[in-house]
């Protein structure tokens, strides 16, 4: 998978903030500290631009 320029958006609380887009979208979901925000910035290839727990549980 080819990911270029990837940015965070918004962490919306409620639908009128979601974004305006005609992009495909992707549901990840998880208990909490499972390693969701690690999943993604190993899918883009970034260190931390989802942000992680230091610990795992
Ligand atoms: N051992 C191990 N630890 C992992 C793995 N993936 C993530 N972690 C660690 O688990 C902790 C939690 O990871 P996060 O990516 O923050 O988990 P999360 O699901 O986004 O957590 P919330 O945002 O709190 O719901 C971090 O300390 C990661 O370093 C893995 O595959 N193995
Ligand atoms: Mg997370």
Known sequence: M??????F???AVS???YP??????I??????NVG????VNTMINR????RT???PR
């Open 53 to 55: 727990s230091s610990e």
């Open 20 to 25: 305006k887009s005609n992009l495909p979208e």
């Open 15 to 17: 639908p009128k903030q």
């Open 36 to 39: 969701k925000s690690s999943f």
């Open 2 to 7: 080819q990911v270029k320029n990837p940015k």
């Open 9 to 11: 958006e918004i962490s």
């Open 47 to 50: 260190k931390a631009l989802a």
């Open 27 to 32: 549901v990840l979901v998880g208990k909490s």
